[in-house]
């Protein structure tokens, strides 16, 4: 990989072309109104991971009706595209994630999801809780203006489609990892990559967090297993409800009592609780899955070796049997935001929102698999506010009472149109081309 410190030198304000400029403010309007539309679509269509058939269907048709040269069927239902300039210069990626969630929509809006399917074995609900159709939306749009304007980009733009961030269903791969494995870089050969989220944060800004800005992520397993008896003899049982709940109540003194996360923020949370089928019968089995985020390997492993004490001494005074698995379906390591290109294209993006930009020194204990593409080249990945004004600061204020957008929710949804992230993304395209096109001439 190339080194980047050679463009830092160059002064960013000169990177974009007045005519790309212009043509963006002329543009923008008629394109705001497809990106709306097809974010709506997306929205009442959502698919599961590694099950995005008909939304990589919409993306493929979309950019070879722009005469991008398109690749489809990375990582099962993965679309990647190329915008290539007129002019010379490298090739950045921009990425946006496909997959919905097993969520059933309770919005009320007249493009809700009635999609539903199997996950885990029960039928669920389907929604974009955590806004992956506003994500597919926004590059659609990018891609349009881009495409239009190609000649006047100094070099490539690779457009990433990326099914399964939720992670694939247990037992298939998918996701970032895979499509690296399929050999995407090797293919296209991209320098630098960004992507966004959109969030629960002030009005139209767009932050973005230096270094370590989103969390490893590890689901994790345990399985309680018994002896069954009838409710009306419980001494007759090993009983597994009863180790799930010592287990449980446990697991929420790791961050809180057995380990220093002064200076490393750690989360263990449970997300599921599998027991019984019928009121009057102590079942054999039980299952607990959950997930932990961590910033720092060693802590990681001291939470695993937490849980692994908890369910051994859980099992010794009930007598059950209890196995614990950790990185159940793989692991999100963490998301890393390239330092040096925080720093030189802050000013920009501060400029491309009209002021609407913010750095934010906090990491989130949210996980995105955007890492494994980070890990490989440089990386910046942004957060965009997107609730209704003034919501973000009442919340803040009054604790309660404030209806603020909250991710993986089933009320969740995106209450604005993306217009100063969608300038921040063209304008940043535009400035990756040629700051390395600059730094290192034709490639």
Known sequence: MKKLSVFFTLLLSSFVSADLKQDLEEQLDPLMTKVIAWRHNLHQNPELSNREYKTSKKVAAHLRSLGIKVETKIAYTGVVGLIEGGLPGPTIALRADMDALPVEEKTGLPFASKERATY????????????????????????????????????????????????????????????????????????????????????????????????????????????????????????????????????????SRRINIINNPAVVSVGIVKAGTRNNIIPEDSEIMGTIRTFDPKLRAQVYDEIRQIAAGVAVGTGAEIDVEFDVGGFYPVTFNNEDLVERLSPTLKEATNNKFYINNSPSTGAEDFSFFSQEIPGMYFWLGVNAPGLYLQSISSCCGAVVTLLHSSASCIRWNFRNWWRAVICSAAIYCKIISNAYGSV
């Open 120 to 255: 885990l074995g029960q039928s669920v609900g389907v929604m974009h809780a955590c806004g992956h159709d506003a994500h597919v939306a926004i590059l659609m749009g990018v891609a349009e203006f881009l495409a239009k304007n190609k000649e006047n980009i100094e070099g490539n733009v690779m457009l990433i489609f990326q099914p399964a961030e939720e992670g694939p269903p247990e037992g298939e791969n998918g996701g970032a990892k895979m499509m690296l494995e399929e050999g995407i870089f090797e293919r296209y050969n991209p320098e630098v990559i960004f992507g966004l989220h959109v969030g629960n944060g002030p009005h139209g800004y767009v932050g973005l967090t230096p270094g370590p800005a989103m969390a490893a992520a590890s689901a994790y397993r345990i399985k309680i297993k018994g002896v069954q008896a009838h409710g009306s003899r419980p001494w007759d049982s090993i009983d597994p409800i009863m180790a799930t709940s010592q287990i449980i109540e446990a697991l929420n003194t790791i961050v």
